[in-house]
């Protein structure tokens, strides 16, 4: 292994096309020269348009793996995909503090396919809370952060310093603002707005830019600046076909 690269871990979905979870995230590592690891959280049948079928790999299997990774490397940023449950999730998150606690964690929320199938229902609003206290950067999209925080804009959740992790809300359901992301980060909101670029749907986007932030903060990079890079990032994938399969540029 290269001494000169971090090492960044991707815990997310196996997606035999390519486009989302942990084959995407290993490519964006890639391109950020970023030494990239991968465990799988679930063996799925899909392709770019269409959710088929999941399999989710045994918890204690998931954990073993990230033991023996921790052990043997020093791993500076960790990003998560889809999980079954919050427990799943909380084992995952308990294990890497434990094994390593200044490791940075990026979680994408991926709660439902862009094809509508259900990944992660959310039942219990305390195991949530304490679950977030563990992670650095959650990702939603606008129909997530609802689902997580019912009224997270109109009641100002985050400046009443409910949601104990910084938040990058993406933009691409934002009706008035196509585009426009917004890093919130405790009593400030910090809008990264779109370019002029003719960016275009992707399958896995989410899956993109939540490696690409990770890679970036793997880069000793301030989590602001980890953000607005990866933005640039994103929007050149989204640019890069016409298709829902991009390519990936640094």
């Known amino acids: 292994m290269s001494k000169n690269r971090p090492f960044a871990l991707t815990i997310a979905g196996l997606d035999p096309s390519g486009g989302a979870g942990i ?27 269409k959710f088929y079928e999941i399999q989710w790999t045994n918890l204690s299997f998931v954990i073993r793996s990230i033991e023996t990774l921790f052990l043997s490397y ?3 940023v960790v990003k998560i995909g889809i999980v079954p449950t919050l427990h799943y999730l909380n084992r995952i998150l ?4 434990l094994l390593s606690p200044s490791t940075k964690i990026v979680w994408d929320p991926v ?4 094809t509508e199938f ?4 959310i039942e219990d609003r305390s195991d949530l809370t304490k679950i977030l206290s563990k ?30 992790t910084a938040i990058l809300l993406k933009g691409g359901h934002n009706s008035n603002e196509v585009g426009k992301d917004q890093l919130f980060l405790k009593n400030i909101i910090i809008d990264l707005f779109a370019s002029e670029k ?28 980890a953000c607005k890079n ?8 989204l640019s890069s076909t016409a298709t829902l399969i991009g390519y990936h540029y640094v």
Do not use: M, R
Request: proline content about 2%; hydrophobic content about 40%; glycine content about 4%.
């Open 23 to 49: 084959l995407a995230d290993i490519k964006t590592f890639e391109q950020h020269k970023v030494v990239g690891f991968a465990i799988s959280t679930a063996n799925t049948i899909q392709t770019e348009n």
């Open 74 to 76: 020093k791993i500076s």
């Open 94 to 97: 308990s294990t890497i503090k």
């Open 111 to 114: 709660l439902k396919s862009t």
């Open 118 to 121: 259900d990944f992660l229902n």
């Open 135 to 164: 992670i650095d950067l959650i990702t939603p999209n606008y129909k997530e952060i609802e689902q997580l925080f019912q009224g997270f804009i109109k009641d100002n959740l985050w400046i009443e310093n409910e949601i104990s």
């Open 198 to 225: 003719n960016c275009t749907e992707k399958h896995g986007s989410g899956c993109v830019l939540s490696a690409a932030i990770a890679s970036n903060l793997a880069l000793n990079q301030p989590l602001v600046l």
């Open 230 to 237: 990866a933005k640039t990032y994103i929007e050149k994938y």
